[in-house]
C-alpha cells in the first residue's frame, strides 16, 4: 500500500491546489478523455481522480455507469491512492480475487471487479492522481488498451503542466507579493513579487517556515496567534491583517497581508496571502499626524524655547529618530545657538547632545552650514561623509549615522535650523524633506510672530520698568525734537520736572518753552552753544540756573544724546538739579583754601621751629664746649679732693651728653634740611657689615649678649660709608641696649630679589630678641624724640633721636627702612639700598 508520506507531501499537495481541478466543476478536455477512455476500451467507468493527504476526488467521469461522479472517497475506499503511493500504473483483472480491495466497498457492491489506471505525473515525479477505466465484470487487459489508456493519461497530464504554467505566470503578474503556506507554515508557492519584496528567490523560498522568510525574529512567537485569528475570522474575501515584516538584509517595515485559507493542506488547510510594503502608506498617516502634533503644539506654547521642544519631541519621535535640536540665529546675527533638544526616551547620547550651551558661527557644525546656505542638508551616513564639520565626531561616538538640518526661514531668511540625528543609516528622501520644510514653515511663522509678541512683552516690560525707575529719582527725563530752525518741542517729560521748575508747568503751554524761558540770563549763552550741538547731532552737557515758578533759582545739569528716527532729529536727556551739589563743592573750595592757608602757616612754623633748634643748638655748642674744657682741666689738677673730683666728672658726663644731644639736633636738621651732602661711591657692603659687627661685640659680651652675622659674599652698594657706618652702628647700639642679658642680636644681608625690597636693591636686617614695641606704635617710631613706652617702663634712657637721623641718612641714600616685630619677640629693622646710583 505504501507509506502515507506520498500523500502528505506538501510540495505535491501545493502543485495540486494550483492547477485549481479541486475547485473546478467543468473542464471540457478532462471530460473528453473519459468519453474517449469508456468508448475505446468499452469499460463501465472512465474517470480522472486526484488524490488529497486523505481523500480521492474525482473531477472528471464518463460511461454507461457513472456511480463515482463528483464523489470524494476516502483513501481507503480509492484504487487510485495505489498508484500515489506506488507512482506506478495499477492493473486489476478481478478484484475479488486479490485481498487488497476486499474493504473496498464498491469491489463488494460488484461495481468494481476489474481496473486499470495511470499515474499522472508532474515535474518532480510527483503523483497527483490517476486516469482509470473500471469495469464491473472480470477482464483482462491487454497491452493496447493499457497504451491507450496510457495516451489519454498523457493528454490530462499535459493539461496540468499548462493550467500549473498559467498559474505560474498569473502568480508571477501579481503585482503584490504572493505566497501559499501550509498549515505547518512551509511556503508552498512564492512569486516574482514576492522575491522583490524580500529578497528571497522561490527556489529558497519554497519548503521554508515563512515566518522565518517573512517576520522579524523577536515577532515570530506570535506567528501562530496570526493564523489562529485567520482561521477564526476568515470569510470569502479572506482576513486583512497589518503586520511588521522583515526582509533578507534585516530591513523592517509594516506591511499589509490578505490572507484566506483553502483545503487541501496536511490538516485539510492551505494559506494563500498577498503582502504588500504599506511603508509610504504608513509614513504619510504619520506625516499628517506629525503636522497634526506640530500645530497643536505650536497653538499650545507658551513661548519659543517650549515651542521648540514639543516641536522636536513630536517630528524626532514620529519617524521614530534618536535627537533632534533647535538652533535659533542670534538677533544680532553673529551666531546660531542651540536652545532646545530632545532625545528618545532611553536613549543615551550625552556624549553628542551634553547639557551645556552651544553657539556656533555661520558655517561652523550642521547647523552653522544650513545656516550659510539657507538650504536643507541631509548626510545619510555620517562614517562615510568626507565633510569633517564640528561635533561630528561625538556623533559617531553616540552611535549616530544619519544628520539632517533644514533652515527655518523668519523674514525672508533664515532664523533657525531644525537637525534631527538617527542611529541608522538614512537615504535621502525628497518627500519627507518636503514634509520637514513644511514643519519648518510653521515654526517659521510661529517664531517669528512670537518674536514679535515677546519683543512687544519686552518693549511694555521694559517701559514700566523703566517708568518705575524713573518714578525713583529726582531727575527729569524727556525728549524733545528739534526742528529745522533749531526750536525744540517737547515730546515727552517725566513728572520730576515739577520738582525743577519749582511747580508744574502751564496746562498748554510746551515744557521745553516753559524751561528756555525761565533760564537765567547769565547761562544763555552757553545754553545756545548747548543747543547748537544737539542740533548738530553732538553729545553735550550744560550747568545752568533756572529760575523756578516759586520765585527760587536752582543750579541744573544737563545733558543731551541726539539721534535720527526717519528724518526727524531726537534729542534724549536727562536734568538734575544740583543746587546742593553746587553749594557743597563751593563750600568744600572754601574749606580747602582755608586747610591750604592753615597747612602753609604750620609749614611756616615748623620751618621757624627748625631755624630756631638749628639757631638754639649751634649756639649751645660752644658754652657747653667750654663746660667741658674746663672740666678736663679740673679733673688734671692733682689737689682735687675725692669729692671734687666726683663733681667734676658728673659735670664732664653730663655736659658730654649734652654735647652729643646737640650733636644730633644739628645733624638732623641739617640732613633734613639738605645742607649735609652725602659722598655715594662703589662700597663693599660685607666688609662693613663684618666690621661693625666686630666693633660693638665686646659691648654686648658684656651684657652676656650673642652677635651673630648671615652676610651674603661679595655685596655692593653705593653710597657714602661715614654715612652708612653711622646707620649701622646706630642700628646696632639700639639693639643691644634694648635686649636684656642672654638674647642675641643678628645681623643678615643678601640681594633683595624675591624678598621686601625692590629689585636692584640690597636687603639689611637687625634683628634682636629685646623688649619690643607695641604694635600701635610703630609708625612712630622714626619721629623725632619718640621713645617706645617699652624703653620708658624699663628706665632705658635714651634722646629719641637716633632713629630718626637714621632714617634721614636712609633716605638720603635713595633707601628705605621699616620695623616690625620679630617671631618670639623682639624686633626686626630693614634696610633696602639701591645698588647703583639713580640715573641722573
Known amino acids: 500500500m505504501g507509506t502515507v508520506d506520498r500523500f502528505r507531501d506538501r510540495t505535491r499537495l501545493q502543485v495540486l491546489h494550483t492547477t485549481g481541478l479541486l475547485e473546478a466543476t467543468n473542464v471540457p478536455l478532462l471530460d473528453r478523455v473519459t468519453r474517449l477512455a469508456a468508448r475505446w476500451l468499452e469499460t463501465s467507468v472512465a474517470m480522472v481522480s486526484l488524490i488529497t493527504a486523505d481523500r480521492q476526488v474525482v473531477i472528471s467521469a464518463a460511461g454507461p455507469a457513472d456511480p463515482w461522479r463528483a464523489q470524494h472517497n476516502p483513501l481507503s475506499q480509492s484504487l487510485c491512492q495505489h498508484i500515489v503511493a506506488t507512482g506506478a500504473p495499477l492493473v486489476v483483472p478481478d478484484a475479488r480475487t486479490d485481498e487488497r480491495w476486499c474493504e473496498v466497498e464498491a469491489v463488494g457492491g460488484g461495481h468494481l471487479l476489474s481496473y486499470a489506471g495511470m499515474p499522472l505525473h508532474t515535474e518532480g515525479d510527483r503523483v497527483l492522481g490517476a486516469v482509470c477505466v473500471i469495469d464491473d465484470r472480470p477482464r483482462q487487459w491487454n497491452a493496447e488498451q493499457l497504451g491507450t489508456l496510457e495516451d489519454l493519461a498523457a493528454m490530462v497530464e499535459a493539461e496540468i503542466a499548462v493550467r500549473l504554467a498559467h498559474a505560474q505566470a498569473a502568480l508571477d503578474h501579481v503585482p503584490e507579493a504572493a505566497l501559499s503556506f501550509d498549515a505547518a507554515g512551509e511556503v508552498m508557492a512564492w512569486n516574482a513579487a514576492a522575491e522583490r519584496l524580500f529578497g528571497w528567490s522561490p527556489a529558497e523560498a519554497l519548503g521554508s517556515p515563512v515566518e522565518e522568510l517573512v517576520c522579524p525574529r523577536r515577532l515570530r512567537a506570535g506567528w501562530e496567534q496570526v493564523l489562529r485569528r485567520v482561521r477564526e475570522e476568515d470569510g470569502p474575501a479572506g482576513r486583512r491583517l497589518e503586520l511588521t515584516a522583515v526582509d533578507r538584509s534585516g530591513r523592517e517595515f509594516p506591511a499589509e497581508m490578505l490572507v484566506r485559507t483553502a483545503a487541501g493542506g496536511g490538516d485539510g488547510l492551505l494559506y494563500d496571502a498577498l503582502l504588500h510594503d504599506i511603508t509610504d502608506q504608513k509614513r504619510l498617516g504619520v506625516l499628517r499626524r506629525v503636522q497634526q502634533e506640530v500645530v497643536q503644539v505650536l497653538a499650545e506654547a507658551a513661548s519659543s524655547r517650549e515651542a521648540a521642544a514639543g516641536v522636536l519631541a513630536a517630528v524626532t519621535g514620529a519617524l521614530g529618530w534618536t535627537c533632534g535640536e533647535y538652533w535659533q540665529v542670534r538677533p544680532d546675527r553673529s551666531g546660531v545657538t542651540r536652545i532646545a533638544s530632545w532625545v528618545r526616551p532611553g536613549r543615551e547620547a550625552s556624549v553628542f547632545t551634553g547639557a551645556e550651551p552651544l553657539t556656533f558661527e555661520r558655517g561652523r557644525g550642521l547647523a552653522g552650514l544650513v545656516w550659510d546656505s539657507g538650504r536643507a542638508m541631509w548626510v545619510a551616513d555620517l562614517s562615510a561623509d568626507d565633510r569633517d564639520f564640528v561635533r561630528k565626531h561625538e556623533a559617531l561616538r553616540a552611535g549616530l549615522h544619519a544628520a539632517i538640518g533644514l533652515p527655518v526661514h523668519s523674514g525672508g531668511q533664515a532664523g533657525g535650523v531644525l537637525a534631527f540625528f538617527a542611529d541608522t543609516v538614512q537615504e535621502p528622501d525628497e518627500d519627507l524633506v518636503t514634509l520637514l520644510d513644511g514643519i519648518c514653515a510653521h515654526v517659521g511663522r510661529y517664531m517669528e510672530r512670537r518674536r514679535a509678541e515677546e519683543l512687544a512683552l519686552e518693549l511694555a516690560g521694559s517701559r514700566r520698568w523703566f517708568e518705575q525707575i524713573i518714578a525713583q529719582l529726582d531727575d527729569d527725563v524727556w525728549t524733545v525734537e528739534t526742528g529745522p530752525d533749531g526750536a525744540a518741542r517737547c515730546l515727552n517729560t517725566s513728572p520730576n520736572l515739577a520738582k525743577l521748575l519749582g511747580g508744574p508747568p502751564p496746562e498748554g503751554v510746551d515744557p521745553a518753552e516753559v524751561v528756555m524761558r525761565r533760564i537765567h540770563p547769565g547761562d544763555l549763552p552757553a545754553m545756545a552753544d548747548f543747543r547748537s550741538a544737539v542740533s548738530s547731532g553732538r553729545r553735550a552737557e550744560i550747568e545752568y ?130 645742607h649735609i651732602g652725602i659722598d655715594p661711591r662703589p662700597l663693599a657692603l660685607t666688609g662693613l657689615l663684618r666690621e661693625a659687627v666686630d666693633d660693638h661685640r665686646p659691648a654686648a659680651e658684656a651684657k652676656r649678649l650673642t652677635v651673630g652675622a648671615e652676610l651674603a659674599q661679595a ?35 643678601q640681594p633683595a630679589a624675591g624678598s621686601a625690597c625692590a629689585s636692584g636693591s640690597v636687603m639689611i636686617t637687625v634683628a634682636d630678641t629685646g623688649i619690643g614695641i607695641p604694635p600701635e606704635q610703630y609708625g612712630q617710631l622714626f619721629h623725632r624724640f619718640f621713645r617706645a613706652s617699652t624703653a620708658k617702663d624699663a628706665g632705658i634712657k635714651g634722646t629719641g633721636l637716633g632713629l630718626a637721623v637714621t632714617k634721614a641718612i636712609v633716605t638720603a641714600h635713595g633707601g628705605t627702612i621699616t620695623a616690625s616685630p620679630r617671631g618670639g619677640g623682639g624686633t626686626v629693622f630693614t634696610v633696602c639700598l639701591p645698588v647703583d646710583p639713580p640715573e641722573t
Open 545 to 674: 540756573r533756572l529760575v523756578g515758578l516759586d520765585g527760587v533759582t536752582r543750579w541744573i545739569w544737563m545733558r543731551g544724546m541726539p539721534r535720527r528716527e526717519g528724518g526727524r532729529l531726537l534729542v534724549d536727556g536727562i536734568s538734575t538739579d544740583v543746587t546742593e551739589r553746587r553749594r557743597i563743592a563751593e563750600e568744600r573750595e572754601r574749606l580747602l583754601a582755608a586747610e591750604q592757608e592753615q597747612v602753609r602757616r604750620l609749614r611756616e612754623l615748623d620751618r621757624m621751629k627748625d631755624e630756631l633748634m638749628a639757631l638754639v643748638t649751634h649756639e649751645l655748642r660752644n658754652p657747653i664746649g667750654a663746660v667741658r674744657g674746663y672740666a678736663e682741666l679740673l679733673l688734671d689738677d692733682a689737689d682735687l679732693t675725692d669729692g671734687q673730683r666726683a663733681f667734676t666728672e658728673v659735670i664732664d658726663r653730663k655736659s658730654a651728653h649734652l654735647q652729643r644731644l646737640v650733636d644730633d639736633l644739628l645733624e638732623l636738621a641739617r640732613l633734613e634740611a639738605g
Open 715 to 749: 655685596l655692593r652698594v653705593h653710597a657714602d660709608p661715614v654715612r652708612l657706618r653711622q646707620m649701622i652702628d646706630n642700628l646696632l647700639s639700639n639693639a643691644i641696649k634694648y635686649t636684656p642679658p642672654g638674647g642675641r642680636v643678628t645681623v643678615t644681608a
